[in-house]
C-alpha cells in the first residue's frame, strides 16, 4: 500500500471512529491525524519484539543496540542470529529464554517454517497462529506484529495493558476491562480497530513508530 492510499485510510479509519464512538471522538481530536508508520522488515521487527518482553522500553534500546553491535556488518538476519549461538546473544544482557527464542526464531524463519514474505497472503488468525509456534512469541507479540509491520487495520490486542487503560480511562471504568467488555466496547470500532488501539496508546504517550 502506497503512503498515499495509507494516508487517506487513515483519515477514513478516523471519521469512521469518530462518527461510531463518542467516548474515542475527543481523543482523536486531541491527538490529530493518525501517524503510524509501518516497518515490514519482518524478521528485524520480531527481533526487537522478543527483546522487549518484559522489559522497559530504554532496557530494550539499549539491548538490541547491543546484538545490533556484536552483529556488526552481518547485520540482524536468521543467519548472523544463528551464527552467534546462545551464549553469545546472552552476553548483551538478554536471558537464556529470550536467546533461545531469537535462536528458534532465526531457525524457523531461516528454513522455511515461518515464512515471513507469505505472511501478508494470509489472515488475521492464520498469521497469528504461525507466528505463536516460534519459542517466546505469544498473542500479543503477534498481533504487534500484525500492526507495526503488516499494517493491520482491525486487530484488537485484548491483552494489553496500554489499552485497557486508554479505555478504563476513557469510559470511566472502574476496573481495567476484561477481555469480553473490552471486545464488546470496541465492537463499533470494526473494521479500525488497529487504529483505534493506537489512539488510546497514543493518548497516554508515546507509540513506536509513529511521528
Known amino acids: 500500500m502506497s503512503n498515499t492510499t495509507r494516508a487517506d485510510l487513515y483519515v ?3 471519521q469512521h471512529l469518530s462518527n461510531r464512538d463518542p467516548v474515542l471522538k475527543p481523543i482523536v481530536d486531541g491527538v490529530g ?4 508508520q509501518l516497518n515490514p522488515g519482518g524478521f528485524y521487527v520480531l527481533v526487537r519484539a522478543v527483546i522487549s518482553q518484559m522489559i522497559s522500553t530504554a532496557a530494550a534500546i539499549t539491548i538490541a543496540g547491543r546484538l545490533e553491535a556484536l552483529l556488526g556488518q552481518a547485520g540482524v538476519t536468521p543467519q548472523s542470529i544463528l551464527d552467534l549461538g546462545e551464549e553469545r546473544i ?7 529464554a529470550k536467546a533461545r ?3 528458534d526464531l532465526a531457525t524457523r524463519v531461516h528454513d522455511g517454517r515461518l515464512p515471513l514474505d507469505h505472511l501478508p ?5 492464520e498469521a497469528i497462529a504461525r507466528l505463536v509456534e516460534v519459542r517466546g512469541i505469544g498473542v500479543w507479540t503477534a498481533e504487534m506484529y500484525l500492526i507495526f509491520s503488516l499494517g493491520r487495520t482491525d486487530v484488537l490486542p485484548v491483552a ?4 485497557r487503560a486508554g479505555v478504563q480511562r476513557g469510559y470511566g471504568l472502574e476496573k481495567l476491562p476484561g ?15 488497529s487504529i ?14 509513529s511521528e
Open 12 to 14: 477514513q479509519a478516523v
Open 90 to 96: 546472552r552476553s548483551v544482557g538478554l536471558s537464556g
Open 179 to 193: 477481555r469480553v467488555e473490552l471486545r464488546k466496547i470496541a465492537e463499533p470500532w470494526r473494521p479500525y480497530r
Open 196 to 209: 483505534a488501539t493506537w489512539y488510546f496508546w497514543r493518548s497516554r504517550g508515546v507509540v513506536p513508530q
Open 33 to 36: 491525524p493518525c501517524t503510524l
Open 160 to 163: 494489553d495493558l496500554g489499552l
Open 101 to 103: 527464542g531469537l535462536l
Open 121 to 125: 497472503e494470509l489472515s488475521d488468525e
